[in-house]
């Protein structure tokens, strides 16, 4: 694992390393949103992109925004206010079957 400090995708280590088996983003819906062009090249074509600190009102425009970039829902959670939503690329096939299949 290497860490590095970028604002989205402006750090060379960031983009040098694409793509990713697995990206984890806790922000809010707005930045989510805007880093949609940026991210979803930049994942694996099996790979798991995991958005969280997502509120449930705002949970669908995220949805939308990362759909459009040929990403698709494998799960949503959400507990209280708040939304974590799990998806793939489209490209990654049929839907694995994880924690004891869905």
Same mark, same amino acid.
């Given at each position: 694992?290497?860490?590095? #400090?970028? @604002? ?25 949103? @805007? ?28 949805? #939308?925004?990362?759909?459009? @970039?040929?990403?698709? #829902? ?29």
């Amino acid at each position: 694992m290497r860490l590095a #400090v970028s @604002q989205g995708f402006g750090s060379r280590i960031v983009c040098n390393h694409a793509p990713y088996d697995l990206v984890l983003a806790n922000i809010l819906a707005g930045p989510l949103c @805007q880093m949609a062009p940026d991210l979803a090249p930049r994942l694996a074509k099996g790979g798991w992109l995991i958005l969280s600190g997502v509120l449930n009102g705002q949970a669908t425009a995220v949805e #939308v925004a990362y759909r459009q @970039q040929r990403l698709r #829902v494998w799960h949503r959670i959400r507990i209280g206010d708040w939304t974590t939503i799990m998806m793939l690329p489209s490209a990654a096939g049929t839907m694995p079957q994880l924690w004891g299949g869905r």
